[in-house]
Each structure stands twice: as structure tokens, then as C-alpha cells.
């Protein structure tokens, strides 16, 4: 690949498209969160009902994001990461849409199910479209807007729930995916792909990535990386009232707690990304923000004890929680040509589609031990912190990586 094809500024199509259709994926994402309790009444639910239906649709949208993460992986290596990227950004617009207009529960479920499978594909093969077409030195730059994009799209879900009615917000959603359809097509193509296109018979292959010990335990290694991103948001801000509640704490609102994490997600998927261009290290930079993020956790914690700001917790650890640019981008230089997305979109998305594995984790701890909620919720802290802070040690530095290679 010569140098010269490559975009030296981020501020090209290809960061442009994937940088708004993840803006879109997070806002769709969070959207289900803001706005399920109302939602979900207005179809007539109530009480323990509502919050089980709640559960239910949850667990359908995270499995359609977990078997979303394998099928768009494999078809961006094996088909181009165009078609996987407006694959998956046309069937989350079209289910974001008809979720406007849902009027039972099943039909909810299975929308919601649809909406995962899209959603699934978003991250994954925009971040490598966009660290296969720009320049060494430069494709970090792509990826901290794409990233900061994605986070300011979560921040405008909690914005929306205060002045805009569930289907409106969703039909928007929807239709705004599709005006990002329309902007470019499968001209996108990366090189990268088109060179191997002829050359590699191995590709999005789950017996290739397992077949090497040591490139099994670095997928497994990044998954756990990723995974306390998604422990902050989807426990500890999620159950801020609950929490808040048993420490006697008054006053405590989600939205505001949801909305300085997702803007200190923002603010640190920007400073991080640069200081590791600046830096001219992921490595480094991955460790400092998820020792200042496991931190930020305790001092969380510690507010809760003590009736501090739950507010400004909230925000430090989304800051923290930041690396997720500098982390994405790393995943994707960590693996060949071959295999690059199929191991970038599962990663994404079992790292989200943990917090499935998380509740029933912390439910485990609090009955077994016989703790409280927010002892259940630490310990589950510690546990994930504890494999992430670990599996950094198994992932290589990757800044200045030529990604134009592949998997034996």
C-alpha cells in the first residue's frame, strides 16, 4: 500500500460516515435505556411486570448485538467492510423506524432483537474502514472523532428523553440512519480488503482466530479490556437510584448521573486519543485511563458511603472510561487483514453484551455472600477491573503498525 493513497486528515468520508453511524448506533443503543420505563406504560405494563418486560427486551436486543457481532465480522472479511458497515446501518434504521410504531410486546421483542443484530455491525467495521484508509501516523486521529461522535450520540439519548416522546425519538433515530445510507456507498471500499480480495483464502474464520493459543488469549485479553466500560455504565450508572436509595441517599436522578458519564466518555475519548498519538503509544495510554477509571469507581463508591457528589463520580469515571477510542483502535491493529473485523465487531460487542453476564454475576455475589446491593455491585467492580488491569499485559503496542497483513 503506498503511502499517498492513504488520508492523511481525519476529516474525510470515511471517518465522517462511521464517526455518524455511530453516533446513531449509540443513540439508538441508550435510547431503549431512557426511554423503557414510558414506553413500555404506555402498552400497559406496571410494577414488577414492566420492570421483568424491561429485562426481557433487553436480553433480546443484547443477543441480537452478540450474534450481530459474529455475522457482520465474518461478512466485512469475507464480502468488504462497505458492505457489512451499510448492512448493518439499513437494518438498525429500518427496525429504529418501525419501532415507532409497535403496539405489543412481541412485536417489541422482536424489533428490539433486529435493532441489536444492526447495531452490532456499526462499530466494528466503521473503525477498521477507517484505520485501513488512513495513514500511519495519522488513523488514531480518525478514530477519536469516530469514538467522540459515538459518545456524544449516547449524551443526546439522555437529552432526548427530557423533551421528546418515545416513538418520535426512535422514528428520527431511524431516519436519520438512512440520510447517512445515502451519503456514500460501496466505492468506500478499503484497499487493504481489495488487495487481499484474491490472495487469502481464510477469512472472518472462528477456526483461524482459535487456532493459535497465543492469538486466542489476545482475543480474549481485549474483550476483557473493554468489558469495565460497559460495567460503569450498564451497573454502577444504571443502578444509581437503587444504589443511592439503600445508602440513603436523596435526590439522585439517572438521567443526570447517565448523562456526565456519557459527556466524560466524550471529553476522555478526545484527550485520549490524542495523547497517544502525542505519546506515539496505545499501550500506555489504555493502562493510565483504566488506572484513573478503577479509581474514579472507588471514589464512587466512597460518595456513596459518605453522601457525596454522585454527579461529579459520574463524570470522572466516564472520563476514565474514555480509552474506549484508543481501545477500538488497538483491537483493529492487533489482527490481520483476514480476520480484522470479524474480531473488532465481536469484540464490541461481547464487551456490551456482558452486562448480561454481569447482573446475574452480582446477584450471585449479594445471595451467596449474603451482601447488600452495593457490596454485590463492588465486588463485581473488583472482579472485572481486576481481568482488565491483567489482560492489558497480553496485548501488544500497535501505534505505527503497518495493518496490511494477515493471519497465518
Known amino acids: 500500500m503506498e503511502q499517498g493513497k492513504l488520508h492523511t486528515s481525519p476529516f474525510n468520508l470515511a471517518v465522517l460516515v462511521a464517526g455518524l453511524g455511530f453516533f446513531i448506533d449509540a443513540f439508538d443503543l441508550f435510547l431503549f435505556n431512557v426511554y423503557r420505563v414510558p414506553s413500555l406504560q404506555e402498552l400497559g405494563f406496571s410494577g414488577t411486570e414492566l ?18 457481532g459474529i455475522i457482520s465480522g465474518i461478512l466485512a472479511d ?7 458497515l451499510y448492512g448493518s446501518i439499513a437494518l438498525y434504521s429500518f ?28 462499530l466494528g467495521a466503521g473503525v477498521t474502514l477507517v484505520a485501513e484508509s488512513m495513514s500511519i501516523e495519522r488513523r488514531g486521529y480518525g478514530t477519536i472523532l469516530v469514538a467522540t461522535l459515538g459518545a456524544l450520540g449516547a449524551v443526546s439519548a439522555g437529552l432526548a428523553g427530557d423533551f421528546m416522546p418515545w416513538r418520535y425519538a426512535f422514528f428520527a433515530a431511524g431516519i436519520v440512519g438512512l440520510l447517512i445510507l445515502i451519503l456514500r456507498m460501496k466505492s468506500m471500499e478499503t484497499s487493504f480488503f481489495k488487495e487481499d480480495k484474491n490472495r487469502v483464502s481464510t477469512k472472518g474464520s472462528f477456526r483461524l482466530l482459535f487456532a493459535n493459543k497465543k492469538r486466542a488469549f489476545k482475543y480474549l485479553a481485549c474483550i476483557m479490556i473493554g468489558i469495565p466500560i460497559w460495567y460503569s455504565v450498564g451497573i454502577l450508572i444504571t443502578l444509581s437510584p437503587e444504589l443511592a436509595k439503600e445508602n440513603h441517599l436523596s435526590g439522585i436522578k439517572l438521567s443526570a448521573c447517565f448523562i456526565l458519564f456519557q459527556v466524560g466518555i466524550a471529553s476522555g475519548d478526545l484527550i485520549s486519543g490524542i495523547l497517544s498519538q502525542v505519546f506515539k503509544s496505545r499501550k500506555k495510554i489504555l493502562l493510565s485511563f483504566m488506572l484513573f477509571a478503577s479509581l474514579a469507581t472507588g471514589f464512587h463508591f466512597f460518595n456513596l458511603s459518605h453522601a457525596g457528589n454522585l454527579i461529579l463520580s459520574s463524570f470522572l469515571m466516564g472520563f476514565g472510561c474514555g480509552y474506549l477510542s484508543v481501545f477500538v483502535t488497538s483491537t483493529s491493529e492487533q489482527f490481520g487483514t483476514n480476520l480484522r473485523v470479524t474480531i473488532t465487531a465481536t469484540v464490541t460487542n461481547f464487551m456490551r453484551g456482558a452486562v448480561v453476564l454481569l447482573i446475574p454475576l452480582h446477584q450471585f455475589i449479594e445471595s451467596f455472600f449474603n451482601t447488600n446491593l452495593t457490596q454485590g455491585v463492588a465486588i463485581t467492580g473488583i472482579i472485572v477491573w481486576s481481568l482488565a488491569l491483567l489482560s492489558i499485559v497480553l496485548i501488544h503496542e500497535t501505534f505505527g503498525k503497518n495493518l496490511n497483513f494477515i493471519e497465518e
Open 51 to 68: 420492570t421483568h418486560k424491561g429485562e426481557m427486551l433487553l436480553s433480546f436486543q443484547m443477543a441480537g448485538m452478540m450474534l450481530g
Open 78 to 84: 469475507k464480502k468488504g467492510r462497505a458492505i457489512a
Open 95 to 122: 427496525a429504529n423506524i418501525a419501532n415507532a410504531f409497535v403496539y405489543d410486546i412481541n412485536t417489541y421483542a422482536v424489533i428490539r432483537f433486529l435493532a441489536g443484530l444492526g447495531l452490532a455491525g456499526e
